[in-house]
């Protein structure tokens, strides 16, 4: 079996809040409502280059555990994503886990990653 790279261990910490896009503003409903369903630890959304998006919860299985960032990129990218223009992450912690900001920065190394608290305010933008 293949070696996975190793993932940064590094938590971003997000920066003051970037002015939210319409488009954005709707990333932030749709993570608090997957966190919400099912009572999740964090909710995510991204939207990937045609405009279309993402929502997860995260998972922790005996397992199987993710981040709900890591879900919403690999939904993204099943469903043939090449690119992401933006993601959210809705979380009670006041960073970004680096295994969630690996899997954005896999698809676009500028995207913005914005956290949320679980209200929806925006806490801060990840832009690294």
């Not at 079996?1 to 970037?18: I, K, N």
């Not at 749709?30 to 099912?38: E, F, H, K, S, T």
């Not at 914005?114 to 990840?126: E, F, I, N, S, Y």
């Amino acid at each position: 079996m293949p070696e996975s790279p190793a993932v940064p261990a590094a938590r971003p910490t997000p920066s003051d809040p970037a002015e939210l896009s319409a488009e954005d503003g709707k990333l932030v409903v749709l993570a608090r409502g997957a966190r919400g369903r099912v009572g999740a630890v964090e909710g995510a959304a991204v939207r990937d280059q045609d405009g279309r998006t993402y929502a997860a919860a995260s998972v922790a299985l005996p397992s199987l555990t993710l981040t709900a960032l890591q879900l919403a990129v690999a939904s993204a990218v099943a469903a043939g994503a090449s690119r992401l223009e933006a993601a959210v992450v809705v979380t009670e912690a006041s960073t970004l886990d680096g295994a969630g900001h690996a899997a954005v920065r896999d698809l676009a190394a500028d995207a913005p990653i914005h956290v949320a608290a679980p209200d929806g305010t925006v806490l801060g933008t990840v832009v690294e």
